[in-house]
C-alpha cells in the first residue's frame, strides 16, 4: 500500500522538500501579485455586473448612478490599500488581521476577525470557481450542463497545485492574470480610443433590449436602499485585500517594503479596471437584470428561459474588439481561467491563518504541521473540502453564493482598524522624537478613517444582503467561532492535566507492586513469547490470564497448559454470555480496588501481518481490549508483536522500495559524498 501511495502522491505533488530549503519558497513581487492579489484584480470580472443587476431592479433609468456607486468603491478601495499598507509593516510576521485585532482588542476579537477570514477564503474558493464556470459555460454548453461536477474538478486541480508549493504554483498562475490584466487594460484603452478618438458607435449584444422593472418609480428611502445595496454588492471587488497581510512571510526580503509596494500595485490595478469596465459598460449600453428570462425584453417580448446572459465583461469585450475576434477570444479565456485562479488568494491565506491558530491552540495541531512540499497542505486540504461542500450545496450558483460574500472581510478590515489605532495610541503614549510621533499620527488618522469607512460599509452590508444569504456567512462565523473556542477549552483543560508538578506526586512515586497478566488464548509461539518476556520483567505476581467462551477449548487448554508443564498460575473466567472483553476489564478492575497502589501490567500477544487485508482476520479481540483498558487508571498495556512470515516478506518489500526512486523523487545531479566517508578503492 505505502508503494502505490507514493508514486502517484510524487507523480502528482512532486519530490519532497528539505526543511531547510523553505528560503527557496519565498516570492518575488512580479509573482507574489498573482498569487496573493489574484481575488480582487479577477473580481473586476463579476463586480460591475453586481452593480448592475442591483441597479435594474430599478429599471433603466437607473443605471446612470452606476459611476457614482464606482467612485464610492474606489474611494473605499484607496482607504482599504492605504490602512493596511499600515498593517503590513506594523505586523510583518503573517498573523495579519488576526494578530491586530488579538494583539490590541483582545483574544475575543481576533477570534471573531478569524471566523470571519475563514469563512470568506472558503467563500471565495466557492465563489471564483463557480463565477468561472459560467464564464466558461457560456461558450462550452457541456460545463454548463455539469456545472457542480465541472466546479468540483477545478477545486481538485487547484488543490493539486498548491499542495506542490506556493512558488511553483504561483509561477502557474502569474501568467494567466498577468494575460487578464493586460487584456482588460487593452479592452480598455482602444474603447475609448474608438469612443473618444474614431467616434465609433459601439453597442454591446443587449444594447437593445429593455429592462423590465421589479420596482418602477423608487424614490426617496427606497431608492436609496437599492443604491446601498448596489453599493455592497460592487464592494465585492475588495475581498482579498487582506490576504496579503497575512501572506508577508512569504514575500522576499525587505518582506515589508515589497508587500506593501505589491498591495498599493494591486490597488491601483484593480480600481482602473473596475472603473474602465463601468465606463464602458455605460458607453455601450450593457443590459443586465437579475431575472433575465422575464425582465429582459427585446421587441416587447420576455426573451425566456432559454436566454443566457453573459458576464458584463463579455458584453463589453464583444462590442469593443469584434464578436469572435481574436483578442475577444484571448480575453473569454483568460477571464474564465483568472476566475479560477482567483481561489488560489484563498490557497494562501487560508492555510497560513490557520496554521498560526494551530498555534495558538485554536485548531488541531496538524494544520501547523508542513507538508513534503513545504506548504501547509492539511489547511488545504481542509479549505478544498468546505468549498466543494459549498459547491454542491449552493449548486455552483454564483448569484446565490455571492449574496454569501464580503460580510466577513468587512468584519475583519473594521475589527483590524480599530485594532491599529490602538497600536498607534499606545506606542504615542511612550514616544517622543518628534519626526516618529508625526509619522504615527499620520498613520492613525488612516487607520481611524478606514476604521470608520468599513464600519459604516459592513451596517450596509449587513442592512442590505442579510435576508439574501449574508445570515448563512454569519451563521458559519459563529460556528467557527464556537469550534475554535472549544478547541482552545480542551488544549488549555490537557495543558493543565499533564503539566509536571514541582512536589511529588503520584506519578512520580514508585508504584508498591507490580501485577502482570497475560491474556492467551491457546498455547502457541505467540503465547511463549509473551510469557517469557513477562518473566523478564521481574513482576511482584504475574498470571496467565483466559477467558472461557468455549468449555471444549478451555478444556484443551488446562491440559496443554499442564503437559507442558508451564509454572505460571493459570486463571481462566468464566464468561456464560461468551463475551471476552468484559470479564478481562472487570478482573483487572478488581486487581486495582484489592491494592489501588499497585499497576496491574496487561500483557497482549499479537500478530504481525503484513497485508492491509489480513488486519481485518486477526487481533479485533486485542484492539477492542486495549481500547477500553486505556481508560482504566493504573493499567498499563503492552503488546507483544509475532511476526507471522507475510510480515516477514512485507518487510523485504520495503527494502526493496528503500532502494526504488519513485518518479519525481530522484535527485538531479550526482550525489555529494560525505565528508567523513572514505573513497572506495
Not at 528539505?18 to 473586476?44: C, H
Request: glycine share 6%.
Amino acid at each position: 500500500m505505502s508503494k502505490l501511495t507514493d508514486v502517484p502522491k510524487r507523480i502528482l505533488i512532486g519530490r519532497a522538500l528539505r526543511s531547510d530549503r523553505l528560503g527557496e519558497t519565498l516570492l518575488p513581487k512580479r509573482v507574489a501579485l498573482p498569487v496573493f492579489a489574484s481575488d480582487p484584480l479577477s473580481s473586476v470580472a463579476y463586480a460591475p455586473g453586481e452593480v448592475l443587476l442591483v441597479l435594474s431592479i430599478a429599471g433603466l433609468s437607473a443605471y446612470h448612478f452606476s459611476p457614482w456607486i464606482a467612485v464610492a468603491v474606489v474611494v473605499l478601495m484607496f482607504t482599504v490599500v492605504a490602512s493596511y499598507r499600515q498593517n503590513v509593516h506594523a505586523y510583518p510576521s503573517g498573523g495579519g488581521d488576526y494578530e491586530v485585532a488579538t494583539t490590541n482588542l483582545g483574544p475575543k476579537a481576533g477570534l471573531t476577525v478569524a471566523s470571519a477570514l475563514l469563512v470568506d477564503y472558503v467563500l471565495t474558493v466557492a465563489v471564483s470557481i463557480s463565477s468561472g464556470i459560467e464564464n466558461l459555460g457560456s461558450a462550452i454548453p457541456f460545463v454548463v450542463e455539469n456545472k457542480v461536477a465541472c466546479a468540483i474538478g477545478v477545486i481538485v486541480l487547484l488543490t493539486l497545485m498548491n499542495l506542490r508549493g506556493v512558488r511553483e504554483s504561483g509561477t502557474l498562475f502569474a501568467i494567466p492574470t498577468y494575460v487578464f490584466v493586460a487584456g482588460v487594460f487593452l479592452m480598455i484603452a482602444w474603447g475609448a480610443f474608438r469612443g473618444v478618438v474614431l467616434g465609433d458607435d459601439m453597442r454591446a449584444p443587449t444594447a437593445d433590449f429593455e429592462i423590465k422593472p421589479e420596482h418602477p418609480g423608487l424614490a426617496g428611502f427606497a431608492l436609496v436602499f437599492l443604491l446601498l445595496r448596489a453599493f455592497s454588492s460592487g464592494c465585492a471587488a475588495l475581498t482579498g485585500v487582506e490576504a496579503i497581510s497575512n501572506g508577508v512571510p512569504g514575500f522576499r526580503k525587505p518582506k515589508s517594503r515589497n508587500a506593501a509596494t505589491t498591495l498599493a500595485l494591486m490597488g491601483l490595478l484593480a480600481v482602473t479596471m473596475f472603473c474602465g469596465i463601468i465606463a464602458l459598460a455605460a458607453a455601450t449600453d450593457v443590459r443586465m437584470a437579475e431575472n433575465p428570462a422575464k425582465d429582459l425584453v427585446h421587441d416587447g417580448v420576455p426573451l425566456g428561459p432559454d436566454y443566457v446572459q453573459n458576464p458584463v465583461i463579455s458584453q463589453v469585450a464583444e462590442a469593443v474588439f469584434g464578436h469572435d475576434s481574436f483578442l475577444f477570444v484571448v480575453l473569454a479565456a483568460a477571464t474564465a481561467l483568472v476566475l479560477f485562479l482567483a481561489a488560489n488568494t484563498a490557497y494562501n491565506g487560508f492555510p497560513l491563518l490557520g496554521a498560526i491558530l494551530a498555534q495558538d491552540r485554536y485548531l488541531p495541531r496538524q494544520l501547523h504541521t508542513r507538508g513534503d512540499r513545504l506548504a501547509f497542505s492539511n489547511g488545504i486540504v481542509l479549505l478544498a473540502g468546505a468549498a466543494v461542500l459549498l459547491v454542491w450545496i449552493y449548486g455552483a450558483d454564483s448569484t446565490r453564493l455571492i449574496q454569501l460574500y464580503i460580510v466577513g472581510v468587512f468584519v475583519s478590515f473594521t475589527l483590524s482598524q480599530i485594532g491599529m489605532v490602538r497600536h498607534w495610541n499606545r506606542l504615542l503614549a511612550v514616544e517622543k522624537d518628534p519626526a516618529a510621533r508625526r509619522h504615527m499620527v499620520r498613520s492613525r488618522a488612516i487607520n481611524a478613517f478606514g476604521a470608520f469607512f468599513t464600519g459604516l460599509v459592513l451596517v450596509v452590508v449587513l442592512l442590505t444582503k442579510f435576508t439574501h444569504g449574508a445570515w448563512v456567512a454569519l451563521l458559519g462565523m459563529c460556528i467557527f467561532y464556537a469550534t475554535m473556542t472549544a478547541i482552545r477549552r480542551h488544549y488549555d483543560r490537557v495543558a493543565e492535566e499533564i503539566a509536571a508538578p514541582d512536589a511529588p506526586s503520584e506519578d512520580t512515586v514508585r508504584p508498591s507492586r507490580v501485577h502482570s497478566v497475560v491474556l492467551i488464548s491457546k498455547v502457541h509461539r505467540p503465547t511463549l513469547r509473551a510469557l517469557a518476556y513477562a518473566r523478564l520483567l521481574r513482576s511482584d505476581t504475574l498470571e496467565a490470564l483466559s477467558v472461557n467462551v468455549d468449555a471444549d477449548e478451555t478444556r484443551a487448554l488446562r491440559e496443554e497448559w499442564e503437559r507442558r508443564g508451564i509454572d505460571v498460575p493459570l486463571k481462566v473466567l468464566d464468561s456464560p454470555y461468551r463475551e471476552v472483553t468484559r470479564p478481562v476489564i472487570e478482573y483487572v478492575k478488581s486487581l486495582r480496588a484489592q491494592s489501588p497502589r499497585d499497576v496491574v501490567s496487561v500483557i497482549i500477544p499479537e500478530y504481525v501481518v503484513g497485508h492491509w487485508y489480513e488486519h481485518f482476520l486477526h487481533n479485533q479481540s486485542a484492539l477492542r481490549l486495549k481500547g477500553r483498558l486505556l481508560f482504566t487508571p493504573g493499567v498499563m498495556v503492552t503488546s507483544v508483536p509475532y511476526q507471522l512470515e507475510s510480515s516477514e516478506a512485507a518487510k523485504l518489500r520495503a527494502r526493496r522500495r528503500q532502494d526504488w526512486a519513485a518518479p519525481g523523487s530522484a535527485r538531479r545531479g550526482p550525489a555529494e559524498r560525505a565528508k567523513d566517508t572514505p573513497p572506495r578503492t
